[in-house]
C-alpha cells in the first residue's frame, strides 16, 4: 500500500489541520469529509474531494484505508466503533472518548477486533519530546526526584472566544483542566513514567466564570517522583509548549523559556530548550559545587505533520501506535482524577 486514502471526520479547526497534513503528505491521499456543518461544504470544494454527511455514507462510498476523528468528544464513541466494524485503522482526537466508559468500550472493542486506534495526542511526535524522553531513560539525570511543570498562558478575551456561541467555555468542562492538562498529563507520563495520585486546587477568581482558569496540581508517580504543575489560561506568561517549543509558528516564541524542569539526583533537564546541569563529580554532589551547563540540539518540526506521517505507517502495518487507545485512556483517568481533587481538595489514587 504505497499512498493510503484517509477520510477526515469533522471539519473544524483541528480537522481542517488534518486535513492540510494529509494533502501535504506524500504518503497520504484525501479521501473524503464527513461532517453536516456549512463549512464542511466549502472544505470538500476546496480540496476537490466527496462529502458524506455520515460514516455509513462514506463506507458506502468506498472505504478510505483510515479514518480520522475531529468531531467534537461526544460522538468519538459511535464514530470509533463504526470504523472499528468495518475493520478501519482510526486516528481520533484527544481526548479519546467523553467518558471513561466510553473510552473502555472503544479500547476494548479495538483489541477484539485488532483494530488499531491512534489518539492524538500530538507532542508526543515532537522530535524535542522524543529527545528529552530519550536523555529521561538513558539514565544521566540519575534517579529520577521530580517534576517542575506549567501550562500558563492568555485564552483572548476578545473576538467571541467566551461569547455565544463558545459561552460553554465558561461553564465546567469548558475550562483548562478538560480541555489543555489532557496534554501535559500525556507528556509527563511519557517523561516520568505513570502518574498514581493527584492532588489539586482550583480557582476562578481572575475570570469569576463557573469553570476554573487557574489550577495548581501535585503527583505522584509510581517510581516515587513527585511533581507540581501550575495550569492558568488566563495568565500573561509564556510558561506553555506552545509558547516555549517554536513548533507552531501561530504563538507568539520565547525560545529562552521552559515549560518542564525535570530533576533527578545527579542533573536536570530544561525542556524544550534541552539544557542539562549536572556535577563535575557525581560522587561530590552540594549545593556548594557549580553545574556544568550544556545544551542538547534538537531538530523541529510540525508534530501534527508526524503524526499523519506515523498515522500512514500504522494503516500500512509497518507501525505500532505511539500513543495507543490504552494511552490515551490513561490520559483521560489521570485528568479525570485532577477534576475530582480539585472538587474534594483531597488526595485521589489513580488506577493503573
Known amino acids: 500500500m504505497a499512498t493510503v486514502r484517509i477520510a477526515v471526520a469533522g471539519a473544524g ?36 474531494v466527496p462529502l458524506y454527511r455520515s460514516l455509513e455514507e462514506c463506507f458506502a462510498g468506498g472505504k478510505p484505508d483510515g479514518v480520522v476523528i475531529a468531531t467534537p468528544n461526544q460522538p468519538h464513541l459511535e464514530q470509533g466503533l463504526q470504523c472499528i466494524a468495518a475493520g478501519i485503522p482510526v486516528l481520533v ?28 495526542h500530538m507532542r508526543r511526535h515532537s522530535l524535542i519530546m522524543d529527545e528529552a524522553i530519550r536523555v529521561v531513560r538513558e539514565g544521566s539525570l540519575g534517579k529520577l526526584v521530580g517534576v517542575m511543570g506549567s ?10 472566544y467566551f461569547d455565544p456561541p463558545n459561552d460553554w467555555r465558561r461553564r465546567p468542562g469548558g475550562g483548562p483542566i478538560l480541555i489543555n492538562m489532557i ?51 488566563t495568565g500573561a506568561s509564556p510558561k506553555s509548549w506552545e509558547q516555549t517549543s517554536q513548533e507552531n509558528t501561530s504563538y507568539a516564541s520565547y525560545p529562552d523559556e521552559d515549560c518542564y524542569a525535570i530533576i533527578g539526583t545527579d542533573g536536570s533537564l530544561g525542556v524544550p530548550t534541552m539544557r542539562v546541569r549536572y ?12 553545574f556544568i551547563t550544556e545544551s542538547i540540539a534538537v531538530e523541529r518540526a510540525d508534530p501534527l505533520a508526524l503524526q499523519i506521517e506515523h498515522f500512514a505507517a500504522l494503516i500500512r502495518g509497518d507501525e505500532k501506535a505511539l500513543v495507543s487507545g490504552r494511552d ?19 488526595i485521589v489514587e489513580v488506577p493503573i
Open 93 to 120: 482526537e484527544k481526548p479519546i472518548a467523553h467518558t471513561l466508559e466510553a473510552g473502555e468500550q472503544l479500547v476494548d472493542a479495538s483489541e477484539k477486533a485488532g483494530v488499531p486506534i491512534l489518539v492524538g
Open 151 to 160: 501550562a500558563v498562558f492568555c485564552k483572548p478575551a476578545v473576538d467571541g
Open 13 to 48: 479547526l483541528i480537522g481542517v489541520r488534518h486535513v492540510e497534513e494529509i494533502v501535504a503528505s506524500a504518503d497520504c491521499a484525501l479521501a473524503s469529509i464527513v461532517d453536516v456543518s456549512p463549512k464542511a461544504v466549502e472544505v470538500a470544494r476546496r480540496y476537490g
Open 328 to 346: 490515551g485512556l490513561q490520559n483521560l483517568r489521570v485528568t479525570d482524577a485532577i477534576v475530582e481533587a480539585a472538587k474534594t481538595g483531597g
Open 183 to 233: 496534554h501535559e498529563v500525556d507528556a509527563l507520563r511519557s517523561l516520568l513514567g505513570e502518574i498514581v495520585a493527584v492532588q489539586a486546587q482550583a480557582s476562578n477568581a481572575t475570570r469569576g466564570f463557573e469553570v476554573e482558569d487557574t489550577v495548581a496540581i501535585n503527583m505522584r508517580f509510581q517510581n516515587g517522583a513527585l511533581g507540581t504543575f501550575l495550569l492558568s489560561d
Open 279 to 290: 556535577y563535575a563529580n557525581k560522587d561530590d554532589r552540594s549545593w556548594w559545587k557549580p
